[in-house]
């Protein structure tokens, strides 16, 4: 038995452990397999028979046909565009067997992810776009709130407002509202609050 060697008294481990990397596989043997991940993961193994545009296509519709449920089919669909990106002439290509009848299902299944995609970007860009509503709601509220205070504060310390006085606490920003009301504590009339 091999035993580890030691250095200043302290023994030293070796690991042994067995590497594999995908870019060794045939893309065809795992598409030839019967689980659904070996499709989608064929699309980093070296092809042998295939240009890249019909190994697209074969990852697709082994995928499309594929008892699966939609979001599993979602997620496979997205690996392979994800990692077999096509472009000039591969695109092309990949676009001319796409249109074929009997690739039919690749469409088919293309259009199911892009709408899914879409429906999800709507779904975050909604989420975003309410976050940043109920934001601005609740700046308005505070904002509104402060010049509510402001104007009831002056009332009480200098009687009765003009109008031109409320429609100024009113369309003020809060930075001003704050600044005026630190003001209100120490003016003695009410032309100083306002002042500067």
Not at 86 to 112: H, Y
Not at 115 to 129: I, N, P, S, T, V
């Amino acid at each position: 038995m091999n035993q580890s060697p030691e250095v200043l008294g302290h023994v030293i481990e070796r690991f042994r452990y067995l590497e594999f990397g995908l870019q060794g596989c045939s893309a065809e043997e795992y598409l030839g397999r019967p689980e659904p991940l070996a499709w989608a993961l064929s699309a980093l193994m070296r092809r042998e028979h295939l240009s890249p545009a019909e190994h697209k296509v074969q990852c697709l519709k082994r995928i499309a046909a594929a008892r699966l449920a939609g979001k599993r089919r979602f997620i496979l669909g997205r690996t392979v565009d994800a990692y077999l990106v096509l472009r000039g002439q591969d695109q092309r290509q990949f676009e001319e067997l796409r249109s074929c009848e009997e690739n039919q299902e690749v469409v088919a299944m293309e259009m199911t992810l892009l709408q899914r995609a879409e429906a999800q970007a709507l779904k975050k860009g909604l989420a975003q776009g309410l976050e940043k509503g109920l934001a601005r709601g609740r700046d308005q509220g505070r904002r509104e709130a402060e010049a509510s205070l402001l104007l009831d504060l002056l009332e009480r310390k200098f009687g009765p407002l003009t109008k031109a006085v409320r429609a100024r606490a009113t369309g003020a920003d809060a930075r001003e509202l704050r600044r005026w009301g630190k003001r209100l504590l120490t003016a003695k009339r009410l032309e100083e609050v306002f002042a500067g």
